[in-house]
């Protein structure tokens, strides 16, 4: 496989990118070269310029870069536009940079392929509105749920948020405190779970047939979806299906192939245990 590949962050050390792409490489019969690239709001600009020079082809983008690496993208796909955020960069052979926002299919591809729950047709809860939120809302609005409410600390976040949308799905917004009624699907894309802090939620949001995604993954069950399976949640979920998925849409995007996910999902929840 020609071409270097990579992932830019900041933290980056704990990255499962790089196993994730060498993993879906090796189903090709092929070798990746994939590095982890540290950046600082500072020197971006010049550690992307110094990857194209080298002969990068494509990079992954995480936190906090999301929003320049769409600002640094000569053009993008209609879902980072709607997203306002890039997460998969690419490179063509002239080294013009091109962004797309591979999170959406992502979270969809595992929650409708992997797990098997509904979105079409259910009240939905999407916590937090930040870059992780922008990039999976009009994905999960493409399903067609019957509602979405958009619950964020901030509650004028989820207003903006909200106010970006222009489709169908019926959308309003709350703080979390104030959510009043069960849900059928929550997603948590708040960063709450990482920091180890609970989320101020009402227990009414969870009857015995919600299903709880968190964004987040561990090695042991997230703050979040403890949370929810002790007050009843049927399902929960952490993110790293979504993880490995919105990887598979990226590692497509730039080698034409479709990578099996599930051996992959096994392999890092495997390492993750392993620590
Ligand atoms: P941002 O910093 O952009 O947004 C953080 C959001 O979390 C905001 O809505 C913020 O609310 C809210 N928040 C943070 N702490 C708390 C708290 N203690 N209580 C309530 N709300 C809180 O982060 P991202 O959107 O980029 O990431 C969010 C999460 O999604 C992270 O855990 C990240 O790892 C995960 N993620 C997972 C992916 C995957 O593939 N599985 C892909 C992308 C992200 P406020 O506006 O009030 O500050």
Known sequence: MSGRYGVIGNPIAHSRSPEIHRAFAHQFGRTIDFVRLLATAEDFDKVLSDFVKAGGKGLSVTMPFKQRAFQMSSSVSQRASQAA?????????????????????????????????????????????????????????????????????????????????????KISTSTILQLLKPFDLIVNATGASLQGSALDIPDIVISSHTHCYDLAYAPNETSFNRWARTRGAIRTSDGLGML????????????????????????????????
């Open 244 to 275: 490995v998925e919105q990887a598979a849409v990226a590692f497509n995007l730039w080698q034409g192939e479709t990578p099996e996910t599930r051996p992959v999902i096994d392999e890092i929840r495997q390492l993750m245990a392993n620590g």
């Open 85 to 169: 955020a890039v997460n998969t960069l690419i490179i063509d052979s002239e080294g013009m940079i091109s962004g797309d926002n591979t999170d959406g299919p992502g979270l969809v591809t595992d929650i409708l392929s992997n797990l098997g729950w509904q979105i079409n047709g259910r009240n939905v809860l999407l916590i937090g509105a930040g870059g992780a939120a922008r990039g999976i809302l009009h994905a999960i609005c493409q399903e067609a749920p019957e509602s979405l409410v958009i619950a964020n600390r901030t509650e004028s976040k989820a207003r903006s948020l909200a106010a970006q949308y222009k489709g169908d799905t």
